[in-house]
């Protein structure tokens, strides 16, 4: 007979043991198949071969003697192997394979019997809003779980996103164990959407599951829109505002740092148009104010108007003396052409 055999809870198995007789044959008068506990001897199932064969009353249901022959009116008890089926946790023990010859005596062999239990494996979000701050504190994101094993699974992880594992065990009043590791991390803007895989390993079956690190921040904003052209009488210039947010910006706001809005200024959500031509009006510093759940930042850009003569020379010598953007020639076409020809 084997001397270990193992077997899942729930499944069926084999626990083997034959009698190889001897020449000239013994007599085999019983055959006991007993449990050992706590070191005494339970009765399971016994066959005889004048009383036939009888399953003690806990076993009834689940264990019978795997060859037919043994439950024939003249059984034959050379195999006497036993099918356990609807393994339990109180099944493991050590069982004793018994038999009882003339003239030969008592005989047995033993088997351990050990009852694995497969962990129901689990991977999830530590909290259902991650949160960047400005604090830096590191929290745990993901937990991975391995519950309810016997053996106990083990538990690693694969991600490009550097952090710390904390693993923990918990010995169950059943025999099982429950194993779970936290994944910790500074929540940051920078690790929204990568992935923790979490690999759990249990007799050399292997199980993956992952989860999306979904990290809310407030907005990282930026203005756009001035290129530093802004001269007299061009057209329809615009600013736009852009953030970068989870969840989405709500409110865009623009304001005029020490002053009001020009009057041709509308406001187009994330966009601040000035409609008609460019004025000096136009100039100062602007800020864009971005909202979202998380709280509020802002991006300004500040604003200069030229002249058409500075225009020119930018268009020319990609420089522009600001002294160049106050003079008549901002206004005088004619005296603009006669300096420019002056320049070429």
Same mark, same amino acid.
């Given at each position: ?90 099944? @493991?023990?050590?069982?004793?394979? *018994?038999? %009882? /010859?003339?003239?030969?005596? !008592?005989?047995?062999? &033993? =088997? ?45 992880? @694969?991600?490009?996103?550097?952090? *710390?594992? %904390? /693993?923990?065990?918990?010995? !169950?009043?059943?025999? &099982? =164990? ?167």
């Amino acid at each position: 007979m084997d001397s270990e055999k193992s077997g899942y809870i729930g499944s069926k198995v084999d626990l083997r043991c034959r009698f190889i007789n001897s020449f000239p044959p013994v007599k085999i008068s019983q055959v006991t198949w007993q449990k050992l506990v706590n070191g005494s001897k339970q009765n399971v199932a016994i066959a005889n071969p004048s009383l036939g064969v009888s399953v003690a009353p806990p076993y009834k249901d689940r264990v019978i003697f795997k060859n037919g022959a043994v439950r024939r009116r003249t059984p034959n008890l050379e195999d006497t192997t036993i099918t356990f089926s609807a393994l339990g946790l109180t099944d @493991e023990a050590t069982y004793i394979c *018994e038999y %009882t /010859t003339f003239p030969a005596g !008592n005989r047995e062999n &033993t =088997v351990n019997l050990t009852v694995h239990v497969r962990p129901t494996t689990q991977m999830s979000l530590s909290t259902p809003t991650l949160v960047a701050r400005s604090s830096n504190i590191k929290t745990p994101v993901a937990t991975c779980t391995s519950a309810n094993g016997k053996p106990a699974g083990t538990i690693r992880w @694969e991600t490009r996103v550097p952090g *710390e594992v %904390t /693993t923990r065990e918990v010995k !169950n009043a059943d025999g &099982t =164990v429950t194993v779970q590791s936290d994944y910790i991390l500074v929540p940051s803007k920078e690790r929204h959407k990568e992935t923790l895989a979490c690999v759990t390993t249990y007799n050399e079956e292997v199980y993956t599951d992952s989860v999306t690190l979904d990290i809310q921040y407030e907005p990282d904003v930026s203005v756009g829109g001035y290129d530093g052209n802004w001269y007299l009488n061009r057209e329809n210039v615009q600013l736009n505002c852009q953030a970068d947010a989870n969840p989405a910006v709500s409110l865009y706001q623009w304001r005029l740092i020490n002053g009001s809005l020009p009057s041709n200024a509308e406001i187009r959500d994330n966009v601040l148009l000035f409609k008609g031509p460019v004025t000096y009006d136009l100039q100062g510093t602007y800020v864009c104010d971005a909202t979202n759940s998380i709280g509020t930042q802002s991006e300004s850009v500040e604003v200069s108007i030229i002249g058409i003569l500075c225009s020119y020379f930018l268009l020319k010598t990609q420089t522009c003396s600001r002294p160049q953007t106050l003079t008549n020639f901002d206004i005088n076409p004619i005296k603009l052409m006669m300096y420019s020809m002056s320049i070429e």
